[in-house]
């Protein structure tokens, strides 16, 4: 058997002493525990002692060098203005912003830096043009698809986030006015149900449609065919019932982000990809600064059901043994994988798990 080095508390300590910190965790388990970290400047975290001494990863609020008050105010003298907040907390913590003409409004940075606005004042008295244009259709979640303004007599082509395209002057759409369809002031008709259909992925499988109240095919982008009325789907936002899982999933979501803030946007991390699935093994809820993971598992990962899987059994073999693999590459790459099983109740057992790996007391 090979020799293996085993580590302790005081190896913790070390290397936290080394950066400048402090461990503040009085036992260590193994490598994969997370233990309480402290930065020189006070800040603290939960990370497991590989990821820390391996990983070579240290504080992330200091590294993150991305956003921060520095950022903040070199921007906002890129924009002959200033910003006149002295701390940043995160991206959606508003600060305080001077323009040239002197006047004060409150934004979040990202909105500035990503979203390039900036004063609001100066932009009511300016000009109408085409960056205007994009502007507003960006805060309706929708896009102005014209790649020029002329005057506020010209029609421009707009579109909402449902998909649809409209002509219309700016002016009208600076008033108020939006997407008619989305309003309600359109006729429906099959087209828009096939409209919304595609805008989710799926598709309206109905060849006639009536009126809002009688039921039309459904498929959702994984194969799952439904019937419902059209003012279920376009007006209560419902969609595929079959797919509950994400719902659940999304539930899940919510409650650790109250205790840990939001996972990682990664779901599909490196050491998950296999020559037999080169884009990668899925993780449902992933936090990777923690050696953490949930996955959200509904009935079909533990018994055989026909429709789930396509009325092959093999089908829910190979979904036993990819859940099987996926929990090895965790184990290897020192995740802890926690499940939530479908006749559990995520808001005991999540908390349960996190209190049992020292996440939170």
């Given at each position: 058997?090979?020799?293996?080095?085993?580590?302790?508390?005081?190896?913790?300590?070390?290397?936290?002493?080394?950066?400048?910190?402090?461990?503040?965790?009085?036992?260590?388990?193994?490598?994969?525990?997370?233990?309480?970290?402290?930065?020189?400047?006070?800040?603290?975290?939960?990370?497991?002692?590989?990821?820390?001494?391996?990983?070579?990863?240290?504080?992330?609020?200091?590294?993150?060098?991305?956003?921060?008050?520095?950022?903040?105010?070199?921007?906002?003298?890129?924009?002959?203005?200033?910003?006149?907040?002295?701390?940043?907390?995160?991206?959606?913590?508003?600060?305080?912003?001077?323009?040239?003409?002197?006047?004060?409004?409150?934004?979040?940075?990202?909105?500035?830096?990503?979203?390039?606005?900036?004063?609001?004042?100066?932009?009511?008295?300016?000009?109408?043009?085409?960056?205007?244009?994009?502007?507003?259709?960006?805060?309706?979640?929708?896009?102005?698809?014209?790649?020029?303004?002329?005057?506020?007599?010209?029609?421009m082509q707009w579109?909402?986030?449902?998909?649809?395209?409209?002509?219309?002057?700016?002016?009208?759409?600076?008033?108020?006015?939006?997407?008619?369809?989305?309003?309600?002031?359109?006729?429906?008709?099959?087209?828009?149900?096939?409209?919304?259909?595609?805008?989710?992925?799926?598709?309206?499988?109905?060849?006639?449609?009536?009126?809002?109240?009688?039921?039309?095919?459904?498929?959702?982008?994984?194969?799952?065919?439904?019937?419902?009325?059209?003012?279920?789907?376009?007006?209560?936002?419902?969609?595929?019932?079959?797919?509950?899982?994400?719902?659940?999933?999304?539930?899940?979501?919510?409650?650790?982000?109250?205790?840990?803030?939001?996972?990682?946007?990664?779901?599909?991390?490196?050491?998950?990809?296999?020559?037999?699935?080169?884009?990668?093994?899925?993780?449902?809820?992933?936090?990777?600064?923690?050696?953490?993971?949930?996955?959200?598992?509904?009935?079909?990962?533990?018994?055989?059901?026909?429709f789930f899987h396509?009325?092959?059994?093999?089908?829910?073999?190979?979904?036993?043994?990819?859940?099987?693999?996926?929990?090895?590459?965790?184990?290897?790459?020192?995740?802890?994988?926690?499940?939530?099983?479908?006749?559990?109740?995520?808001?005991v057992i999540i908390?349960?798990?996190?209190?049992?790996?020292?996440?939170?007391?």
């Amino acid at each position: 058997m090979p020799f293996q080095l085993k580590f302790s508390i005081y190896d913790a300590c070390k290397i936290a002493e080394s950066r400048g910190g402090q461990c503040l965790s009085d036992n260590y388990i193994n490598c994969n525990t997370p233990l309480r970290w402290k930065c020189v400047k006070g800040h603290k975290w939960t990370a497991n002692f590989h990821s820390i001494k391996n990983g070579k990863t240290w504080c992330s609020i200091c590294s993150d060098t991305r956003l921060n008050i520095s950022i903040a105010k070199e921007l906002a003298y890129s924009k002959n203005g200033e910003c006149l907040s002295e701390e940043y907390i995160n991206n959606r913590s508003p600060l305080l912003w001077r323009c040239g003409k002197g006047h004060e409004w409150t934004a979040n940075l990202i909105s500035i830096k990503h979203k390039k606005t900036w004063c609001p004042g100066c932009r009511r008295v300016k000009p109408l043009n085409l960056e205007i244009a994009k502007q507003i259709a960006c805060d309706r979640n929708g896009k102005c698809l014209s790649t020029e303004y002329k005057n506020s007599n010209v029609l421009m082509q707009w579109q909402c986030n449902m998909g649809y395209k409209w002509n219309a002057i700016l002016s009208s759409i600076k008033a108020g006015r939006w997407c008619l369809h989305c309003a309600g002031s359109i006729p429906h008709t099959l087209e828009i149900a096939k409209q919304i259909a595609h805008s989710r992925n799926g598709k309206c499988l109905s060849s006639e449609y009536k009126n809002l109240e009688t039921d039309l095919i459904w498929s959702c982008a994984e194969g799952h065919e439904w019937y419902a009325p059209l003012s279920r789907i376009k007006n209560q936002g419902a969609w595929c019932p079959y797919c509950s899982k994400y719902k659940r999933e999304n539930l899940c979501r919510e409650i650790v982000s109250k205790y840990l803030g939001p996972p990682s946007k990664i779901r599909q991390p490196e050491f998950l990809k296999t020559p037999e699935h080169p884009s990668g093994l899925h993780l449902d809820i992933y936090y990777p600064e923690y050696g953490f993971a949930i996955e959200v598992q509904g009935e079909q990962h533990k018994h055989y059901i026909e429709f789930f899987h396509r009325g092959d059994p093999n089908n829910f073999i190979k979904q036993q043994e990819r859940d099987q693999l996926k929990k090895e590459l965790c184990e290897e790459n020192w995740i802890v994988l926690r499940y939530v099983w479908y006749y559990e109740d995520p808001y005991v057992i999540i908390p349960e798990n996190l209190r049992e790996l020292g996440l939170i007391e």
